[in-house]
């Protein structure tokens, strides 16, 4: 089942304060709207995400996303409704089989609320879920300073974001839909569409006013982390090594079970260790032949999808090849930019250097390369 997202963040208003929308403050670091992109797209059922931005906000946009994989983004429209409209019919062309739509304000989204949620589709006879916590304060009707009455807040729901449908029934849903919808949830009820409730969690909270960010940076209580790996191949028959995610000819080829890339596989043990997930080979076994001369891009990427379903944020990575030959600097710009594609990362949070050992040891004589890394990482307490 492909799942994709659309984050809806079109939104101009800075009642929040700050001077700019308020998805692109920062918070911990990064703006508010990348960490949401970020809790989406390191779940890992969910294949995407799409970004519904005002236009006349591109800049702040580019600048915020810097790195991260994502479609080109979609112009939103006049209110919410029209600018989640408009991301649907994005996805026309490519329909996933169910669409998350969500909040750019509500940046913090447990990886076990997304999971409850789609668990819910468990039951084929479900078109969508939608996360919501009981209400549990009393709630009083009341008009110039003074109640006037009581409202039962029995079977009453504060409803949270993503909120999750079946792809089909909620694009014609949308398409039909009278305007003035707040949610997703309202539109699919007036179309007869049934929904169910799915755990909602607190730190999904709605950042809206000044005071917000006081309490999205509290509950943003990261730890910081930095972690080492080694690694080692030695030189064998072939034509070409693979160092960093980059073919590069070579006299000699690196024996291994898979490609042999030292330097994938040292960073990989490094992210691995900010998480105490224990090695390379604990994930990806030699002796499973799936692993046999496997590229080594996706052992990386699993190590940094796990970092992120811990809610944690990859700050920076540094590679150090250590080799006589060959000659790594002319690779070094191409390496850079390889990593930081897998790790989905901007390229100046991503660091390639080299050294020899000056012909002493293994690595002098030529008879195979060494790679050390360093991950730091921001994880939540
Ligand atoms: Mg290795």
């Known amino acids: 089942m492909r799942i994709h997202a659309i984050i ?3 939104g101009s208003g800075i009642r929040a304060g700050g001077g700019i929308p308020k998805q692109y403050r920062s918070v911990a670091g990064q703006p508010l709207l990348r960490h949401a992109i970020e809790g989406l797209l ?8 799409t970004v519904v931005i005002n236009p006349d906000c591109r800049a702040l946009y580019d600048a915020a996303v810097a790195g991260l994989p994502l479609p080109a983004p979609v112009a939103g429209g006049a209110t919410r409704q029209a600018s989640v409209l408009a991301g649907l019919e994005a996805l026309a062309a490519d329909p996933p089989d169910l669409v998350l739509v969500h909040d750019a304000a509500r940046a913090f989204v447990p990886a076990a609320m997304i999971d409850a949620l789609l668990a819910a589709f468990n039951d084929p006879a479900l078109d969508g879920a939608c996360p919501a916590l009981p209400q549990v ?14 409202v039962d807040r029995d079977n009453l729901w504060r409803v949270q974001t993503p909120q999750a449908f079946r792809y089909p029934a909620i694009l014609a849903a949308h398409r039909a839909a009278a305007p003035g919808q707040t949610d997703e949830v309202a539109i ?3 179309a007869g569409l049934g929904v169910a409730i799915t755990p909602g969690d607190e730190h999904a909270f709605k950042v809206t006013e000044p005071a917000d960010f006081a309490k999205a940076q509290a509950m943003t209580n990261y730890s910081f982390r930095a972690a080492s790996g080694f690694d080692v191949h030695k030189f064998g028959p072939g034509d070409h090594v693979w160092l960093c995610g980059v073919k590069i000819p070579h006299e000699a080829g690196l024996v291994g079970h898979s490609d042999a890339d030292a330097g994938l596989h040292a960073l990989t043990d490094a992210l691995l260790g900010t998480i105490a997930a224990g090695d390379i080979g604990d994930h990806f076994p030699p002796s499973d032949d799936r692993w046999k001369g496997a590229a080594s891009d996706q052992f990386l990427a699993h190590a940094a999808a796990l970092v992120r379903v811990r809610g944690g944020i990859i700050d920076h990575v540094d590679v150090t090849l250590i080799c006589e030959r060959p000659k790594i600097g002319p690779h070094r710009e191409a390496m850079r930019a390889r990593l930081a594609d897998i790790l989905g990362l901007a390229p100046n949070r991503v660091s390639v250097k080299a050294t020899t ?7 002098g004589r030529q008879e195979g390369i060494a790679a050390q890394a360093m991950a730091s990482v921001r994880v939540p307490e």
């Open 8 to 10: 809806v963040a079109a």
């Open 188 to 190: 699919a009820l007036a």
């Open 42 to 49: 390191g779940h890992p059922a969910i294949s995407g995400v």
């Open 357 to 363: 050992t000056e012909k002493l040891g293994f690595t």
């Open 137 to 150: 304060d009393s709630l009083r009707r009341g008009a110039d300073g003074r109640f006037s009455g009581s």
